[in-house]
T-cell receptor, first 114, second 116 residues
């Protein structure tokens, strides 16, 4: 049963530390998304890639966040330096085709920044 | 700008009751898709349905049905004979812009609790 895999599932860190979240999309999916979920803002799209190329990262705070796809099996989201307001659940999702809207989500990485 | 409003934040029902989750949207696009996703306690969002704005016929899948009304910009979701396993957060979504159907704007979600 193909799934999107995210690591770590939980991360507690102190303000100022670097945080890296990783995602393995479903094999064969050419589009990868990073979403952030908070109680206040709900689900927000941070960035997405098609065929490993960044298509849109307008939802991402550029000064501290960066997203990359080093290869087709790995997407990373990095926060440096982390701040308490970054505490959230970060979801990776992948899609077989870039334009269907049918996204397959991972279980999320719950980040707590103290 | 695209907007999805899910006015109900929490709904609690007893098993076997029918329940309707409301979704109202705003878009300037003439053609568009609408979506529902389910987020069970395990956390990952699960795709339920995609609906094209051309097609206003109701959609039924087992105990789930969707009522799309373009005139009122609503895309409501009904669960018939609810079960405890239906307990989850349900999100309605709309593409952020025409032609980018995978760049979704989600509503705030409705938490459904089904009690035995």
């Amino acid at each position: 049963d193909a799934r999107v895999t995210q690591t770590p599932r939980h991360k507690v860190t102190e303000m100022g530390q670097e945080v890296t979240m990783r995602c393995q999309p479903i094999l064969g999916h050419n589009t990868v998304f990073w979403y952030r979920q908070t109680m206040m803002q709900g689900l927000e799209l941070l960035a997405y890639f098609r065929n490993r190329a960044p298509l849109d990262d307008s939802g991402m705070p550029k000064d501290r966040f960066s997203a990359e796809m080093p290869d087709a099996t790995l997407a990373t989201l990095k926060i440096q330096p982390s701040e308490p307001r970054d505490s959230a659940v970060y979801f990776c999702a992948s899609a077989r085709y870039s334009n269907t809207g049918e996204l397959f989500f991972g279980e999320g990485s719950r980040l707590t920044v103290l | 700008a695209q907007k999805v409003t899910q006015a109900q934040t929490e709904i609690s029902v007893v098993e076997k009751e029918d329940v309707t989750l409301d979704c109202v949207y705003e878009t300037r696009d003439t053609t568009y898709y609408l979506f529902w996703y389910k987020q069970p306690p395990s956390g990952e969002l699960v795709f339920l349905i995609r609906r094209n704005s051309f097609d206003e016929q109701n959609e039924i899948s087992g105990r789930y049905s969707w009522n799309f009304q373009k005139s009122t910009s609503s895309f409501n979701f009904t669960i018939t004979a609810s079960q405890v396993v239906d307990s989850a957060v349900y999100f309605c979504a709309l593409p952020s812009r025409a032609g980018a159907n995978s760049k979704l704007t989600f509503g705030k979600g409705i938490t459904l609790s089904v009690r035995p």
